[in-house]
T-cell receptor, first 114, second 114 residues
């Protein structure tokens, strides 16, 4: 099946530890994204990547890092510098159509830092 | 900078009532507009999108949205809601000029009473 796979779905970590969330897509999409979803704040963009080996900061990049070594993969590392890491993280990818760019989402990863 | 504002954070309706969810965006250029839906326990799905042409766009499950350029608005409507429409709805925007950065609103939680 074609789609976006995020893993793990649930993750618990101790404060001060870095953690990496995986995102893989087999849709052959060029662009990939990471969003964070918090109650009442909607989706906020962390990082996005338009092509391999290139990525840009979104609105809340501090405390996060990404890499894009392969077209299919866009892992997100939540570092110990992120002050409030407990959240629902959504990976997405997009295809550039004739007139615009439509985003498709994975199922998300719940990160709880204790 | 782009921004998206959704007017209502929570909406409660009875079945068969009409629905209108407000969305306004702030961006000086030409935009693509989207509505996404997140049903309880499910991932975000595309409901409908506007790229160009007829400003009244129809999506899945009887939803439609109207782009009013002069008001920077893209309100979502449905003439008669069902209990199964209970979900969170997100408005989103990206720049038409090949832009990959997509910004989302804070979301509106709709609860439909049976």
């Amino acid at each position: 099946d074609g789609g976006i796979t995020q893993s793990p779905k649930y993750l618990f970590r101790k404060e001060g530890q870095n953690v990496t969330l995986s995102c893989e897509q087999n849709l052959n999409h060029d662009a990939m994204y990471w969003y964070r979803q918090d109650p009442g704040q909607g989706l906020r963009l962390i990082y996005y990547s338009q092509i391999v080996n290139d990525f840009q900061k979104g609105d809340i990049a501090e405390g996060y890092s990404v890499s894009r070594e392969k077209k299919e993969s866009f892992p997100l590392t939540v570092t110990s510098a992120q002050k409030n890491p407990t959240a629902f993280y959504l990976c997405a990818s997009s295809v550039q159509g004739a007139s615009g760019n439509t985003i498709y989402f994975g199922e998300g990863s719940w990160l709880t830092v204790v | 900078a782009q921004s998206v504002s959704q007017h209502n954070h929570h909406v409660i309706l009875s079945e068969a009532a009409s629905l209108e969810l407000g969305c306004n965006y702030s961006y000086g250029g030409t935009v693509n507009l989207f509505w996404y839906v997140q049903y309880p326990g499910q991932h975000l799905q595309l409901l409908l999108k506007y790229f160009s042409g007829d400003p009244l766009v129809k999506g899945i499950k009887g939803f439609e949205a109207e782009f009013i350029k002069s008001k920077f608005s893209f309100n979502l409507r449905k003439p008669s809601v069902q209990w199964s429409d209970t979900a969170e709805y997100f408005c989103a925007v990206n720049a038409r000029s090949g832009g990959f950065k997509t910004i989302f609103g804070a979301g509106t939680r709709l609860f439909v009473k049976a």
